[in-house]
């Protein structure tokens, strides 16, 4: 992701702010995939190749938004991650 920034001298309007809200405008156009559908036709959409693979795009939008906003921020999302999946397993422990 970093290169891909530096190569289009993005830099300069990737700060938390920007990336932040373009990770929920992104986050917003992946909800319009499954609006007003019922439970069960939105899980029917991996069924459908066309719409599986523009809800994938949707996904990799936000990733790269996600990336983009650990990097500006020095975040490791690895570790941060699985720091909090232990966290969240203290929390919510299986039954």
């Known amino acids: 992701m ?3 920034v530096a190569q289009r ?5 990737h700060n938390p702010k920007n990336l932040a ?3 929920g405008i992104e986050t917003g156009e992946l909800m319009e995939h499954f609006q007003w559908l019922t ?9 459908d190749p066309v719409k ?3 809800v994938g795009e949707e996904l990799a ?10 990097n500006v921020m020095e975040i ?3 570790s941060t991650l699985a720091k909090k999946m232990i966290r ?5 422990p299986a039954p």
Request: with cysteine; charged share 25%; hydrophobic share 45%.
């Open 9 to 13: 001298d993005w830099h300069s309007f």
């Open 61 to 70: 939008d936000c990733l790269a938004y996600i990336l983009a906003l650990a």
């Open 52 to 54: 599986k693979h523009d």
């Open 21 to 23: 809200m373009s990770l």
């Open 88 to 92: 969240n397993a203290e929390k919510y």
């Open 39 to 47: 439970l069960d036709e939105a899980a029917a959409v991996k069924q």
């Open 2 to 4: 970093e290169q891909f």
């Open 76 to 78: 490791d999302v690895s």
